[in-house]
Every structure is written in structure tokens, then in C-alpha cells.
């Protein structure tokens, strides 16, 4: 299972929603379900407007070059490889969006993070999975809790319930 947070804090958040969900679709990223929209003040002392944020589990499969060349592949190491095809993905949905990477933080058109990418975990410069600060965010739990059984387990987390019940 594949999950992604998304968020917005310029312009129109349902319209860049609803762009990145047509823009993932023509790269091959199939959105299978979506929380509803949870709408939170800005945090990190940069950005300056309300953020609306959403988790949506997505499918991203296999191409048939992948299936063929990348079969004599350890299964670890294809779902890293495919790990960062997601992300570079996402990236480039975000820079259609108008994202911009000057300040972390800042306010954005769009966000694309890979929450959870089955269950791998990552810990590499470019990236790390699970996400490494999904278990302090109610903007990514609570709607991320609306897609899963109460019961569903993070990948070095824990239980996503009681991730919930720890949020101050």
C-alpha cells in the first residue's frame, strides 16, 4: 500500500488537487482512495497560510520493462528503485503546480510527500520512509486514519490509533 500526503497553502487547494490527481494519472500514478480535506493553521514559523492537507493511497505499478529487467532484483531493491521513481514523479507534479523550493516551509502551491511506501522503510539523504515526522502531524494522521482500518500499523511507528491518541 502506497499513501501520500498532500497539501496546499496558495490558491485553490481542491483545483491543485484536482490538477496533480490528472497529472499523477497520466504518469501512471492511479489514486485509489482519498481522506476528505482537513483544513490547519500554518506551522514551521515560515509559511503564512492555512494549509489544506489530505492523504491519498495511490497505486504506482510495475511497468512491463521494470517487470522484465528489474526481476533478477532483490524485492528490497526494487521497491527502493521504485521509491524514487515515485518521488521524482511527485517532484515534477509539484513543479507543474507552481511549486518552488526556496525556503522549507514556505508556502506552496502544492505538496507531494510519500508518507508510506508499502512497507519499507528508507533512510537515505534524499529520502525517508515511513515519513520521518508523520507520527507528530494530526494533518497527516487524521485523514491518513480515514483510509485504513483502526488497527492498520506504520512501519516504525506503530498503530495508527494510537499515534492519534499521543498528538498533544
Given at each position: 500500500?502506497?499513501?501520500?500526503?498532500?497539501?496546499s497553502s496558495v490558491g485553490n487547494a481542491e483545483v491543485q488537487f484536482a490538477k496533480a490527481?490528472?497529472?499523477?494519472?497520466?504518469?501512471?500514478?492511479?489514486?485509489?482512495?482519498?481522506?476528505?480535506?482537513?483544513?490547519?493553521?500554518?506551522?514551521?514559523?515560515?509559511?503564512?497560510?492555512?494549509?489544506?492537507?489530505?492523504?491519498?493511497?495511490?497505486?504506482?505499478?510495475?511497468?512491463?520493462?521494470?517487470?522484465?529487467?528489474?526481476?533478477?532484483?532483490?524485492?528490497?531493491?526494487?521497491?527502493?528503485?521504485?521509491?524514487?521513481?515515485?518521488?521524482?514523479?511527485?517532484?515534477?507534479?509539484?513543479?507543474?503546480?507552481?511549486?518552488?523550493?526556496?525556503?522549507?516551509?514556505?508556502?506552496?502551491?502544492?505538496?507531494?510527500?510519500?508518507?508510506?511506501?508499502n512497507r519499507l522503510t528508507l533512510s537515505q539523504q534524499r529520502l525517508l520512509l515511513p515519513h520521518p515526522l508523520l507520527a507528530e502531524r494530526s494533518f497527516?494522521?487524521?485523514?491518513?486514519?480515514?483510509?485504513?482500518?483502526?488497527?492498520?500499523?506504520?512501519?516504525?511507528?506503530?498503530?495508527?490509533?494510537?499515534?492519534?491518541?499521543?498528538?498533544?
Amino acid at each position: 500500500m502506497i499513501f501520500i500526503g498532500v497539501g496546499s497553502s496558495v490558491g485553490n487547494a481542491e483545483v491543485q488537487f484536482a490538477k496533480a490527481e490528472a497529472d499523477l494519472k497520466q504518469k501512471g500514478v492511479l489514486v485509489l482512495k482519498k481522506s476528505k480535506l482537513l483544513k490547519n493553521p500554518p506551522q514551521g514559523g515560515v509559511a503564512q497560510n492555512e494549509f489544506t492537507n489530505a492523504v491519498w493511497q495511490v497505486e504506482f505499478p510495475e511497468t512491463k520493462w521494470e517487470k522484465i529487467n528489474c526481476c533478477l532484483l532483490p524485492q528490497s531493491r526494487r521497491q527502493k528503485l521504485k521509491a524514487y521513481k515515485l518521488l521524482d514523479l511527485l517532484q515534477s507534479v509539484e513543479k507543474n503546480a507552481g511549486r518552488t523550493r526556496d525556503k522549507h516551509w514556505e508556502d506552496r502551491t502544492l505538496d507531494l510527500d510519500i508518507l508510506m511506501l508499502n512497507r519499507l522503510t528508507l533512510s537515505q539523504q534524499r529520502l525517508l520512509l515511513p515519513h520521518p515526522l508523520l507520527a507528530e502531524r494530526s494533518f497527516v494522521l487524521l485523514p491518513w486514519q480515514e483510509l485504513v482500518d483502526k488497527d492498520f500499523e506504520i512501519p516504525k511507528f506503530g498503530v495508527i490509533e494510537q499515534l492519534i491518541k499521543r498528538l498533544t
